[in-house]
């Protein structure tokens, strides 16, 4: 085989095990990530009903500028 032959034999094989490794690493995790981006959705739509619930008196307003200020107590 001459050099060329064997670098370009190299390379055939470096991109077919890349290929089998990508493959292996989609079936293993697609449909993790389909469950997860699926219950994210849903805990969003939950999240943005209750936001539409609420009314100006079950909160208060307060500025970002303040707000970074605030310190919370440990013990609550």
């Given at each position: 085989?001459?050099?060329h032959k064997h670098k370009q034999?190299?390379?055939?094989?470096k991109t077919k095990y890349r290929h089998k490794i990508e493959e292996e690493?989609?079936?293993k995790y697609s449909k993790r990530i389909d469950y997860l981006?699926?219950?994210?959705?849903e805990l969003m739509k939950e999240l943005k009903g209750l936001e539409s619930e609420l009314t100006h008196k079950d909160y208060i307003s307060i500025p970002n500028a303040t707000a970074d200020c605030i310190i919370l107590e440990e013990n609550f």
């Open positions: 085989m001459t050099k034999h190299k390379i055939n094989s690493i989609h079936a981006v699926g219950a994210n959705n």
